[in-house]
């Protein structure tokens, strides 16, 4: 046993893995830490029946000791003192068959558990209050060991809020020809294809598991922006095979629903909540889901918003519409989420027309009318999932209704996991945020728990995460982008852990125990969000990507002079969002008085966030003595340098993960290397455009080591725009026709060792080739297939999306040989070019 264990641990370090094992490898221990424990041999489930949680997680631990420790436990029939045993069971399983609780599991809240490592004999202990609660504590043992953690404790644990939900925006017609993930950047739905339910549920039950080793207690497997066909009764028939496969581990199912489904599939004339064949309508709907799925977790709606139909339409209320739901859901047990993300379309002209107001304008006064199973679901800022927000006002203007925050796993606005990005920092900022309400401390963490001021409670709280993994076999595309939904869930749990602790754990279970390891992957995370608001968008100005558009490349235009109200209120002489209440659209006043005030004065408010909430001018100084347009320039340089040493720390990480995870990652941050110069050069040049106002270090528009394209000699490459111009070095590009074309030009740097960056654009309706040459010498070829590489939003245009670099380091070169492109086009890709630089050692060209 023990030197097949030993084979086995030493292939599994190099053995390729696709990460579809996520934190839940159960990766073999080195046998020199493996060796200090004495693990368990014998596994005690109480009342396992098939399927269930409980015996969920005894399969979890056979294969956990056998992974991690080589240790074949088997489940067996046992008495509760067993020597060398694990035991698994609820509290009322417990006392049954082993009489009093230990002293610490006595007092358990909903989902709980006692994990006791201590006990005499080698014996472990796990107690959930519900078969929930039992498969978390054993997920929570397998993790201390597969760190190998042997500490002996014995400790009590309960969740911060009762609502841990997962929403996916997953199309029905997923596979078809509307796509099928909305902002999901790993591939197809895991649960729709062809307008239909999947019937294989292998890949679902794998998600499940992951889901519930984060203690996720439900999930919404369908888009808010609900199709009706949904709820016909051949989709509810296979969705309830799908509930099954999640509730094996303890993960409710809840759907999202159309508002107007009465009316669009189920005949009626009208979808008015307060019309009794509508009420009738989903009164019967919702008793027929409960038929086939008996422990649905409830409903999520989005209504009045973004063109989905709701109850005002009718003239009703939005409390009316949740609560037509919530009295449907009642018998039960079931609750619903409403959505506060309800909003119109604004007058640009108004300069008192601001979306940051909708949430609280709409709800405040709907306080105190929702029903006891409604609960209010608010996006965590005020517009939409931006780089840096303040926290939702509405958070603390709803003092009797239950309250859930909704966080987005996935990178919409935020690189689509083609960029690294670690959002538990960003979480952990408006989770920890002190709204002073009621004159009291009062963090947003404290809110979603119930807390009201004056020491008042209600009920429910929680977070809701919109999660979007696809079919892709790493669930988001990007290894490190795992982290996410990782850190998510023991958010949800515990909106008090620590960003980097949480981190560390993900980091071991992930890719092994390695200290660089995990420095390394630490460093790069916690610098990520820094450095993505550095080259994307600064001091609360928002994303400045292509809002009306994919969310995806630069494209500051798209901000303003739109309904959407996602405004920047830029022109040559200022930016940002007037919002005091004094001169402005009042938002700062949404806050109670103590954070209002702080908002309402440019000298108080916080600097990441002084032009979200004022205009200034571009002059403007800031604390560091710069004006407002100068860190512009600098931020974006100093965003996109740190991009650069990504790929070199990830470098350190060779053969110490395996190869498969380590190319796959590495081709991700040399991708976001070269993209995080395109977000820096199209930024400044947009505003220094705007403003006309020069970068003191004369980088922007100034780019003395870059050969442009269109001005080397070109045979079957011709100019093209870029369309935003700010896309392309110099405004322009080239490309080929089908013929292919060269570019080539008499290098006039001095002769050196230069890193060698060529800017150009791979778009999606094509793969062309690129080959790079100095002298007779080829230095590189590549492929524009990023589209295939990396599921973010792509583009068949010249612009910010596509723009993309690709850098040779090290590259020996004489002054006077010839630079060299050949371009070979494929399909719509004509093997775009827009420059060559020589960087000398150190300059970020
Ligand atoms: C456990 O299973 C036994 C035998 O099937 C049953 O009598 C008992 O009620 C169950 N206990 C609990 C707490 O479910
Ligand atoms: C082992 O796990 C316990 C419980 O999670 C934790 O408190 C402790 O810090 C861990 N020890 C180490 C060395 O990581
Ligand atoms: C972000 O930009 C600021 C201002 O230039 C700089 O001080 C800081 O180091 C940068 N941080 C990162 C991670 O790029």
């Not at 264990?5 to 839940?24: I, M």
């Not at 009621?438 to 999660?467: H, M, N, Q, Y």
């Not at 494209?555 to 309904?563: K, L, V």
Request: charged share 20%.
């Amino acid at each position: 046993m023990r030197s097949v264990f030993l084979v086995a641990a030493s292939l599994g370090l190099t053995a390729a893995e696709d990460g579809l094992a996520g934190w839940l490898r159960y990766a073999p221990l080195d046998e020199s830490i493996a060796s200090e424990y004495s693990a368990p041999t014998t596994i005690i489930l109480l009342n396992a029946t098939e399927n269930s949680p409980i015996a969920s997680a005894g399969a979890e631990l056979e294969a956990g000791l056998s992974g991690v420790l080589g240790v074949e436990a088997k489940v067996a029939e046992g008495a509760c003192d067993t020597a060398s045993s694990v035991i698994v069971g609820t509290v009322g399983s417990y006392q049954e068959a082993c009489g009093d609780l230990p002293e610490g599991a006595a007092e358990l809240g909903e989902d709980g558990f006692w994990l006791s490592t201590e006990g005499e004999d080698d014996t472990v202990q796990i107690i959930g209050q519900n078969e929930r609660g039992a498969i978390y504590g054993t997920f929570e043992y397998l993790s201390m060991i597969a760190q190998g953690n042997f500490t002996k404790l014995s400790y009590a644990t309960n969740p911060a809020v009762s609502v841990r939900w997962i929403n996916h925006w997953d199309n029905l017609n997923a596979g078809g020809s509307h796509g099928s993930v909305e902002r999901g950047y790993a591939g197809p739905s895991l649960f729709f294809s062809n307008n239909a339910v999947v019937s294989d549920t292998s890949r679902i039950k794998q998600y499940a598991r992951l889901l519930s080793s984060i203690r996720i207690n439900a999930i919404v497997i369908n888009n808010v922006n609900a199709d009706a066909n949904i709820l016909n009764d051949r989709n509810l028939d296979a969705i309830a095979k799908i509930a099954d496969a999640f509730r094996t581990y303890g993960v409710r199912l809840g759907l999202s629903l159309n508002f107007a489904s009465p009316q669009s599939v189920g005949g009626l004339s009208t979808f008015d909540p307060l019309d009794q064949s509508v009420i009738s309508w989903w009164t019967r709907k919702t008793e027929d889901i409960y038929k086939r799925i008996p422990d649905f977790a409830g409903y999520l709606v989005k209504a009045n918003s973004e063109g989905q139909p709701g109850p005002i339409t009718y003239r009703r209320t939005l409390a009316d519409g949740a609560n037509m739901f919530a009295r449907a859901l009642k018998p039960f047990g079931g609750i619903i989420l409403f959505r506060a993300f309800v909003y119109n379309q604004l007058e640009y002209s108004n300069r008192k027309a601001d979306r940051a107001n909708a949430a609280v304008e709409f709800f405040k006064e709907l306080d105190g009318k929702f029903e006891e199973n409604v609960v209010v679901q608010i996006k965590y800022g005020p517009i939409d999932f931006q780089v840096r927000e303040p926290a939702s006002p509405l958070f603390a203007n709803l003092p009797t209704t239950s309250m859930a925050i909704e966080l987005q796993i996935t990178q919409e606005y935020l690189g689509q996991q083609a960029h690294l990005f670690y959002l538990a920092p960003l979480w952990k900022e408006i989770l920890d945020f002190d709204m002073r309400w009621g004159g009291e401390e009062l963090r947003v963490s404290d809110i979603l728990t119930g807390k009201r001021p004056g020491g008042k409670t209600v009920a429910r709280g929680g977070f809701a995460g919109v999660s979007n993994v696809g079919m892709e076999k790493s669930w988001l595309g990007s290894h490190l982008a795992m982290s996410n939904l990782y850190t998510y869930g023991r958010l949800a749990w515990n909106p008090w852990d620590d960003s980097v602790d949480m981190l560390h754990d993900w980091t071991r279970l992930t890719f092994g125990l390695d200290d660089e390891v995990r420095d390394v992957i630490t460093q790069m995370s916690m610098e990520s969000w820094p450095a993505y608001e550095n080259y994307t968008g600064n001091l609360g100005v928002q994303t400045l990507t292509d809002i009306t558009g994919n969310h995806y490349g630069p494209n500051p235009a798209s901000q303003d002079g739109n309904g959407w109200g996602q405004w920047t209120r830029a022109d040559r002489n200022g930016i940002g969002m007037d919002r005091t209440v004094a001169t402005g659209t009042g938002n700062a006043g949404q806050y109670p008085p103590e954070v209002a005030a702080r908002y309402e004065d440019v000298e108080t408010t916080p600097e990441n966030l002084i032009l979200w909430f004022h205009h200034l001018p571009w002059t403007h100084k800031l604390s560091t003595g710069k004006t407002i347009i100068q860190h512009f320039y600098d931020a974006h340089y100093a965003g996109a340098e740190t991009a650069q040493t990504f790929p070199l720390l990830w470098q350190k990480l060779e053969g110490k993960i395996d190869d498969e995870r380590y190319e796959a990652q590495l081709y991700r941050l040399e991708y976001q290397a070269g993209h995080s110069v395109v977000w820096r050069d199209f930024i400044c040049r947009f505003y220094n455009r705007m403003t006309g106002i020069a970068d003191e270090l004369d980088r922007v528009n100034n780019h003395v080591w870059r050969i442009e394209a269109e001005k080397m000699t070109l045979s079957g490459y011709s100019r093209a725009n870029a369309n935003p111009s700010e896309a392309a070095s110099g405004g322009t590009a080239v490309t080929a026709g089908g013929g292919g074309g060269t570019a080539s030009a008499e290098i006039p740097f001095d002769s050196g060792v230069y890193d060698i960056a060529v800017g150009y654009f791979d778009v999606s309706n094509g793969k062309a080739k690129w080959t790079l040459s100095i002298g007779d010498e080829v230095i590189g070829e590549w492929q524009g297939d990023v589209e295939s590489r990396i599921s973010k939003a792509t583009s068949n245009g010249l612009d910010g999306h596509s723009a993309a670099r690709k850098l040779f380091r090290g590259v020996t070169v004489e002054k006077g040989q010839t630079v060299k492109v050949t371009g070979s086009p494929n399909g719509g890709e004509g093997a775009p070019l827009d420059y060559v630089s020589f960087q000398p050692e150190g300059i970020l060209d």
